[in-house]
């Protein structure tokens, strides 16, 4: 078996680095990009941006490195994807090892949708979403093998030791990484409760609530600080129920605009009326497909205990990670927000695909949703991509028209648009892969950004037809109808 993973885990980083290979890893900045890692580091002192703008009062660790190391890839970024996919390789590698620890096999499908599945790349590909929940993951998945290490293996209270510290570092990151963390942790003490002593049992799950309690006392101590504040002022009990509907209403709504088939459809087609390169992309995409439907070993997956486990605990992983979004005065679940949630969604896969008990079936299935996902992320890549590239180019044309007093803070600025920008793609879900000259925090931070000028006040993106104001530098931005 773990030969056949070994050879396996080669053709899953083939899968995530394929469709990158498109346009050679290349990666430009969307939305929050520009303010976190282009604007942020041009501040002299980072405490400025960690106290005064206040990004440590909500997700300590990861606004504590986005002008420090995330920001320093600015000129760079590709070379931050690179990283940030093999953290996120590291993290299904240790779900492998903790797995295995607690002798429960899942075929080839668990990975594949973690690690390929097209919702994700909102989650995975733009650094704003992944340096959060890629790296959260990575810390969680670490902790939860040297969780599985110590209750199972080795009882060494240096194991221990490094889980409670991976541990909280996951719940520095990203809400939905914090309750899927805790909930992985507390699961496999009880799974593993029969065989511990008391001692082994208690001190992880207590660890596990301890580390609880010290970021929700971090959140309530800084809830104040800094200008963005902490997003626990924006909770709230008193709508928990109507919460809940609208939370599962909004999680349809992000399947609905998300159609894996088109995706595919539109990426095979882009691969196959681009040239040489991309059609030897799109040779290497079939070819990892196949070796990756190969790859099933042979196991009866149809025992019914396991159907039921799984079931369960994918229906909880999905609905579990979910719970921050609840508790919001405002509910906005994103692409990105079921980025944890899928994590279940692959075990209710894992769970029905145990059904089918055939094995040319089950390399069919393997094949047709590897290739599905591989060649829908190809699409997804491109659009984010193009949408950039627009964005760069309207950019250029306000920079080259700004007035002095706009440079010098002293004038603000309205940028007039002849209609809405927008590129070519396959869902147009709230902020999935959006413009900067959607809103005016965005266009102004990708000001700042690219003309490294933090005196830049406010630039405000407008349509034609809006009354401009005659104290403010107006600019007129004609936008192309961009082919796809």
Known sequence: MKKLFDSFFFYLI????????????????VLDDYIQYGCYPLYPDPSYVYLTIGTLSTRPLAGLLDPVFWGSFWHIPGLALLLITALHLLSAWFFYKTLRLVRLSLSPLFFIVYLFAPLGMEGRFWLSGATRIIVGLFFATLSLWLLAVFLIEKPSYRFLFFFALAQLASYGFYESVTVFSALCALLLCGFCAPTLSKKNFFLPSLITIINLFIILFYYFAFKNLGI??????????????????????QVWSVFFHNFPLTQSLLGTKLLLSGGLWRFILFISLCLTS?????????KNFKEKNRFFCLLGCGILFFFAPLLPHVLMKTVWVTNRSLFVP?????????????????KHLQKTLIFAVSFLCLTANVNEYDTYLRV???DDALLEQVIANLDDDVLAGEKTLQVVLSKPVQTPQNAYHKDHVASVFGSGWALTGALRAKTKNLFIRCATPVLEGTKTDENMQVLWIDVPSPDR
């Open 14 to 29: 083939l899968g995530a680095i394929l469709p990158y290979l498109l346009h050679c890893f290349l990666y430009l900045p």
């Open 228 to 249: 963005m504040g902490s997003r626990v002022e924006n909770v709230s009990l008193a709508t928990l129920l109507p919460n809940c509907l609208e939370v599962i209403r």
């Open 290 to 298: 196949l070796a990756l439907c190969r790859h099933i070993s042979g």
């Open 342 to 358: 899928m994590i279940g969604f692959a075990l209710i896969l894992e769970a029905f695909f145990g059904l089918f008990h055939k």
């Open 388 to 390: 950039s590239r627009l």
